[in-house]
């Protein structure tokens, strides 16, 4: 990834809807949710949400499909492994022993 987009994503990111939105997104994984649920489940007006999840979708942090009436939009999870990939990267030092509590937190999640 590449410093540009890895700033793209986290000023996305930067703002409480989106945050909260990718978050929610990401405990909806694999199905993912309606933008209209979306905007309910947040108390958030939809045209408000969909200018939000535009800005998580060019961030390349969320992706979105038709599904009938709807769009439903997921989580990019390969998106996000890329931007923790890059924050982490060089962690460290090389020193994996520093690391290791970094590790050890986001094991059992995934």
Not at 1 to 23: K, N, V, W, Y
């Amino acid at each position: 990834m590449e410093s540009e987009t890895a700033i793209t994503a986290l000023g996305a990111l930067a703002q409480t809807t989106r945050l909260d939105s990718f978050r929610l997104l990401v405990r909806h994984e694999p199905a993912g949710l309606a933008a209209g649920e979306v905007a309910r489940l947040l108390e958030v007006p939809q045209n408000t949400m969909s200018a939000h999840l535009a800005v998580l979708s060019r961030a390349g942090l969320v992706r979105s499909e038709r599904r009938s009436r709807s769009i439903v939009y997921r989580a990019d999870l390969d998106g996000l492994r890329a931007l923790t990939l890059f924050l982490v990267k060089d962690c460290c030092a090389g020193k994996p022993e520093l690391c290791a509590p970094l590790i050890a937190e986001l094991t059992p999640c995934c």
